[in-house]
């Protein structure tokens, strides 16, 4: 998008949005033009800036789901490269919702079942979740929600503890989305609204809804990243 502005404009939009490419006096009118950054373009820097990062650690909730069935609505923990995964997994079944302390390391997955005192390996779909560990693979993970958001535009801009992000929504293929989260009816898209800080790069905020839980029923999952590239260590428990 092609703007006009003066330069105490183009100052406040260089303090206040991060980033702007260097604009160009226009000729005889005295006026400097700048191009903003797209939205596609910010989205593929925020894909590159988590594809980048040795670890983040996120936090998962949902809304609209259901009180029946197994199904994962929330979670917080902390995921590493390459692939490995150590937090707890809010997942509902028989009408219940269960914490579960999960780990994930290469590809094994592991539970502290309830009423249990120590870990075991586990089948995580039986539980209504993939394998976490596999949430950070740059090919599959969930920063393809960035590289492959159609319909993009730029939204608002707001303050998140004291940080700018800019809003950026898009649309989402729903059997995308099924590969990384869930979903009822993988052939309705899933619309997307993304929160990221444009001095850094991090996606802050991916707030997703569509028919997760149940086809032709809007539910929404709200998904939190920070500590891009914190030191995370994540070993295999002690099973037995």
Not at 167 to 178: R, S, Y
Not at 201 to 230: K, Q
């Amino acid at each position: 998008m092609l703007v006009r502005r003066s330069g105490l404009a183009l100052l406040a939009l260089a303090v206040f949005t991060g980033p702007v490419l260097a604009g160009c006096e226009s000729e005889g009118a005295g006026e400097a033009t700048e191009t903003e950054e797209s939205a596609a373009d910010l989205l593929e820097r925020a894909k590159q800036t988590l594809d980048d990062s040795e670890s983040v650690h996120f936090v998962l909730s949902s809304e609209g789901a259901p009180t029946t069935g197994t199904v994962l609505v929330g979670g917080e923990g902390d995921m590493a490269r390459p692939a490995s995964f150590d937090g707890t997994l809010q997942v509902l079944a028989l009408g219940s919702t269960l914490d579960l302390e999960v780990v994930s390391v290469d590809g094994t997955v592991y539970a502290q079942l309830p009423f249990t005192s120590g870990f075991t390996e586990i089948e995580p779909e039986q539980f209504g979740f993939g394998d976490p560990g596999e949430l950070m693979d740059r090919e599959t993970g969930i920063s393809q929600l960035l590289a492959e958001a159609q319909s993009a535009e730029l939204g608002e801009e707001r303050r998140v503890d004291g940080e700018v992000v800019r809003e950026v929504t898009a649309e989402l293929p729903g059997d995308l989305v099924e590969q990384i989260l869930d979903s009822a009816d993988p052939s309705q898209p899933v619309q997307a609204r993304f929160s990221i800080a444009p001095d850094s790069g991090e996606p802050r905020r991916a707030e997703l809804t569509g028919p997760f839980f149940e086809a032709g029923e809007d539910a929404t999952y709200t998904l939190e990243l920070s500590d891009f590239g914190a030191d995370v260590e994540i070993t295999a428990p002690t099973t037995g």
